[in-house]
């Protein structure tokens, strides 16, 4: 009953914050447009708690900010922040793009990564290779931090070329574990 009730309260809460964010994206609230916990609650008929759990993720992504004692207030657009986002999605898809007539790659990038996952996550069997990612990881991030992006550049592609050959290493050896592991099976059938 109890887990019935917790799952009844995260679908609330998840349709609570889908519709607020309906709202928000198709300018039903305006940015810079102020608005209570108590209007939306009434407004999508439900309690506070989900509501503020919407809002509190809505915040976390950057579309609304909280007003000390005064409700919440939609951000305004950021046209800065939209402009870079559509900078970095140019060089992503030209490159995408470029790749694709040069017949390197094929099919979209939800089906690449889909295809190298049964072999990608072998790179976090290995306790060594776990604290090389994370190592590696944080300092391509303080890189990008302190805006040095070549060096960025470089540490991300010397971790995806090291994380590119230790999965295979752990692929071809597992490969063949298994096929000795088969070979000593039939053997034992066939006699």
Partial sequence: MMLDQKKARHLVADDT???LRHAL????LMPGDRITEQQLCERFNVSRTP???ALFRLQQEGYVEVLFRSGWRVLPLDFKTFDALYDFRI???TESVQRLCDGRIQGSHLEITERIRIIRKLDFTRNTRIDATYDEHARILRA???KR???ARLLLRAHVEASQTQVRQITLHQL???RQTLSAKEAEWVY
Avoid: G
């Avoid at 994206?25 to 039903?28: A, E, G, K, P, T």
């Fill in 17 to 19: 914050y889908q519709r």
């Fill in 176 to 178: 063949e574990q298994t």
């Fill in 149 to 151: 992006s070549e060096q």
């Fill in 144 to 146: 990008i931090l302190t």
């Fill in 25 to 28: 994206f198709n300018f039903v």
């Fill in 91 to 93: 060089l992503i898809e």
């Fill in 51 to 53: 509501v503020r759990q």
